[in-house]
C-alpha cells in the first residue's frame, strides 16, 4: 500500500456542514486508511464543504485533480461514490481521469472491484441512485404542494412576514397563522401614510425608525424593507408559495471564484405559478392597489435625480404625439443665459422605428410653469369653479341602476366562460381533442375571460368612486379654503405638490396649453376618464 494517499471527503448543504457530517465522513475514511497501514498528513486531505456533488467544479476536487495530474498522490480514498460526484456519468469521467495518471480510487462503502461484472454493477448502482434522487426530489415537491393546498403545510416556515405570528398546536394539528396586533398595526400605518400623506417608501422608513418602531430582525427600516411590505400579496390574505426560483446568476460579483452552489441567485416566478394559501387579511384588496399604483406614481416623479426644478416635471404632454415631454438645461454660452425647456423626445430610428420628427417646438418652462401656476391660484380663489364642475359631471354620470345591471350580466358571463374552460380540459383529458386544440380554445376563451373581468372591475371603481366624488364635493370649500391661506409664501416643493395635486395632464399644442383637471375629470381622484374635459386655453406669447 503506497504512503502517497489522499482523502477526498464532501457534503453538500450548509445544514450538513453544521451537524458536522463531513467530520463523520474524515473519521470513517481516517479508519479506512489505518486499516491499511497509512496515515494521511492534513496537506492529503481534500474538502469540499457546503457544495453540491451534481458539479464539477469545486475547489477540493479541483486540488485532488490537480495533484494526481502532478503525481503528487498514488491513492485516494473516497467514503462512496456519491461524495465522488453525485451523476454518474461524472463519476466515470473522475475515475477515469484518475486511473489515466496512475491513481487508484477506493471506496469505504460500495468498493469497486476489478472484474467486468463489478464494473457493470457499480454503473447500475450510479444510474439508479440518480434515478432515485431525482425521485425523491420530485416526491418531496408533490408532497409539499399537496401539503399546501390541504392546510397541513404554512407556506413560510418559522419566518412569518411582519405583522404575522404562527400559532403551534398539538403535534398531529398543523400550525396556523394568527396576526400580531402590535406588528399588524404598524402595517397599516404604513397604507395608510402613502394613502393619506403620500408619504414615499423612504419617507416611511425615516418616520418609523424616528419613532423607535424597529423591523423584526433587523435595527432599522429601509425602503427596500417598506416597499416589499406594501406590496407583499400577503396582507391581503393572499400568501404565496413557490414566489422564488433559483438560478444562476447573470452578472456575479466574483466571476473567477467558487460558488458553493451554482444556482446562487433567485429570479420571481410568474404569479400563476404561484400556489396561494389563504390567511388573515390585514387590509382590503382595493387598499393595496391603491397603494401600488401611488408607488408607481412616485417611481415616476421622484426628485432624486434631478438638479433643476421644473413645476411640471412628468405632467407637459406633446400635443403633436402625444409623449410626455422631457426636460432640459441649456448652460450659458459665450455670455448668453441658461435656459431651461420642456421639449417632445428626440425621434431616433432605432428608438421609434421611424424618420419623422415631431414638429412640436421646445417649450420655455419660466413661461408654462407661470401660466400654469396662475390658472392653479385661480382656481383656488374662485372653488364656485370646481363645485361647478363636480356638479356638471355628477348629473352627466346617472346610471348607476344600469351599471348594477351589467354587473351583474358580466360576472354571469364569466362564470359561463369558467364552465367552458373546465370542460374544455375534461374533452381534452377524454382524447375528444387534440392538444393544439385545446390550447387554441383555451387562449380564445381566456382572453374573453379577462376582458370581462377587466369591464367587472371597471363598473366597480365607477360605483366606488361616486361615492368618493360626494364626499369630494361637501368638502370642496374647506380644502380650497385651506390651500388659498398664504399662496404666495410657498416654497417649490409645496407648490408643486399642489399642481400635481390638482392637475391631471398639461397638453401643448403650438401656442395653446390644455390644463387638464384632476378634480373630478381627467381620474387622479375618481380614476375616470370622461369624454369631456376642463380646458384653459391661453397663448405662450401673452405669458411673456
Known sequence: MSERMALYARVSTSHQEQEQTIASQIAALEHAAAAMG?????????????????????????????????????????????????????????????NRHGVAVHFVEHPLGERAEDRLLAQMQGVIAEYERAKILERTR?????????????????NPPYGYAILER?????????????????????????????????????????????????????WSGIYNVLTNPCYIGQAGYGKWESCVPNRPKNPGSYRKRQKSSVRRRPEEQWVIVPIPPLIEEKTQQQVRRALAKNKITSTRNVQWEY???????????????NCIHKAPRAGRHAYDYYVCPPDAPEDRGRLLR??????????????????????????????????????????AAQRTRERTRLEKTESQLAAQVERLVDAYMAGAITALELKVRRERLEASKQATRARIEELAVQDQDQARLDRLAE??????????????????????????????????????????????????????????????????EAAG
Open 38 to 98: 497509512v496515515t494521511v498528513p492534513s496537506e492529503r486531505r481534500y474538502l469540499d464543504e457546503g457544495i453540491s456533488g451534481s458539479r464539477l467544479d469545486r475547489p477540493g476536487l479541483d486540488a485532488l485533480r490537480d495533484a494526481a495530474a502532478d503525481g503528487l498522490i498514488d491513492e485516494v480514498l473516497v467514503y462512496c461514490p456519491d461524495r465522488l460526484a453525485r451523476n454518474y456519468v461524472h463519476q466515470h469521467v473522475l475515475i477515469e481521469e484518475m
Open 311 to 325: 413645476l411640471l416635471r412628468t405632467l407637459v404632454v406633446c400635443g403633436e404625439c402625444g409623449r410626455r415631454m
Open 358 to 399: 415631431c414638429p412640436a417646438r421646445n417649450v420655455r418652462r419660466d413661461d408654462l410653469d407661470d401660466v400654469v401656476w396662475k390658472a392653479v391660484v385661480a382656481w383656488l380663489q374662485q372653488p364656485e369653479m370646481l363645485q361647478h364642475e363636480i356638479e356638471t359631471w355628477r348629473t352627466s354620470q346617472q346610471g
Open 475 to 540: 368638502d370642496l370649500d374647506a380644502f380650497a379654503a385651506t390651500l388659498r391661506v398664504g399662496l404666495d409664501k410657498l416654497d417649490f416643493a409645496d407648490r408643486q405638490h399642489i399642481v400635481r395635486l390638482l392637475i391631471e395632464r398639461v397638453v401643448v399644442t403650438g401656442s395653446q396649453i390644455n390644463i387638464e383637471h384632476a378634480i373630478p375629470l381627467s381620474g387622479r381622484f375618481s380614476q375616470l376618464r370622461p369624454s369631456h374635459q376642463a380646458a384653459v386655453l391661453v397663448a405662450l
Open 170 to 222: 398539538d403535534r398531529d394539528v398543523p400550525p396556523i397563522v394568527v396576526i400580531n396586533e402590535v406588528e399588524a398595526q404598524h402595517v397599516r400605518d404604513m397604507f395608510r401614510w402613502v394613502i393619506e400623506e403620500g408619504l414615499s417608501t423612504r419617507a416611511i422608513a425615516k418616520r418609523l425608525n424616528k419613532d423607535g418602531v424597529a423591523p423584526r430582525k433587523a435595527e432599522f427600516w429601509t
Open 142 to 158: 408533490r408532497g409539499r404542494l399537496h401539503k399546501l393546498r390541504t392546510g397541513q403545510m404554512l407556506p413560510f416556515q418559522g
